[in-house]
């Protein structure tokens, strides 16, 4: 038997920290201040604490109810049922009493990993036997995850080797390809952490106008960067015109030259016809490669005066550190540089961090994901050698059905003022 109380964050916050779910944190609930927050605690028989739990309400106003929302799921070991069971019968039992009509919750949980089957006796269908819905449209949080582990017991050296191991040729090569063509970090945290958030969201307008993606206002942002400033950290990329200038001329002398000698050896009049057989498709891809080259050249002048091409929302709390938002400027595709999380990823590697999560990636709304629309980035992310994690996803747990079905079947009340704030 567990026992379990509301309490305040002095409590819950040390738990959900040292798990690094952020969302069921005091920062959190300072962040979404216009919900009202209660935390609950669980404890085992010796009194230490083994769950806790942020759960944020939204008022309906002009009547009694509300709507709980437990972001990213209560802080527990997951695989110990007992557990989720007794605190499942007590928090329906709290919002009876405090007339929540519905609870949503989307657990922060392995469900399945690398599209491996999911045995009867699964997360999802154990929710289900306790009460909880399975919500399968219009989900507040992505229920897809691509993270890298890492173990603490190894020394971050030894770490490292094994991250960069882990890398494809193609992903290495394309790393200090950016880097060589002028590709820098400015990193914003501290006093310099808004002024990162506003480039960010320069970037994020650009590049949600582009791909039809929605966002929220810039001062939702800030709010968000301000509320976890001890834990956040924005990473810009800049570019570095006249290095990748230097760069790319240098480049073109050597083609050029290659070219010049390839064709004075073609032109030799003692070469003979069979050497000239083998010098000719040479000679087409010298001149192939100055084409490409000399293009380059002349679409990084149209970018001389515009130094960022990728911005990311970092977090790092307890084990777990997040690339949570990331934007990208048209230059970056166009200029054929990557934006990588290279960066991100030696930062996490601190003898704390145990995994680094690169968010969502792949819908699951297709039969076969080569048709997912987010294909592209899967296929990206795999390359750093990580593990695919499908969550279980969001539930309702329904106290008044009759309230539930009015406020989320009809009026979609929770998502409509949400989104708003």
Known sequence: MYRFEKTDFSVTDPLAVRNGIFQQTSYWASFRSFMKPHAFAGYDENGSIVLSCLMLCLPVYLT???????TRGFVCDYSNRTLVSEFTEYLKEYCKKHHIAYVIFDPFCDYRVDFEEAGDD?????LGSLGYEKNTTGVLQPRTNYRLLFS????IEEERKKM??????????DIKFSHDRGVTLELCKGETLEHGVRIFYDLLVETTEKKGFGRRNLDYY???????KDFVSIYLYKYDYEKDKAYTDEILKQATFRLKTLTDEFDDPDTTEQKRGRLEPKIREAKKQIGATVKRAEIAEKYKNCPYLSASFFIKMGDKAYNF????????RELKLTANYADMLEDSLDGKVSSFNMGGTLRLDTE???DDK????YQYKKQYGGEFVEMPGEFFLVINRKAFNILNGKLNYFRRIIYRR
């Open 152 to 155: 603490t017991e190894n020394g």
């Open 325 to 332: 938002y990331g934007a990208n400027s048209s230059a970056l």
């Open 122 to 126: 699964n997360i999802v269908s154990f």
């Open 368 to 370: 076969n994901i080569k």
């Open 222 to 228: 800030i709010k968000f960067a301000r509320s976890l």
């Open 164 to 173: 960069y191991s882990n890398f494809t040729v193609h992903l290495k090569n």
């Open 64 to 70: 009694p109810y509300s709507v709980g929302y437990i």
């Open 374 to 377: 987010m294909y592209e980035l």
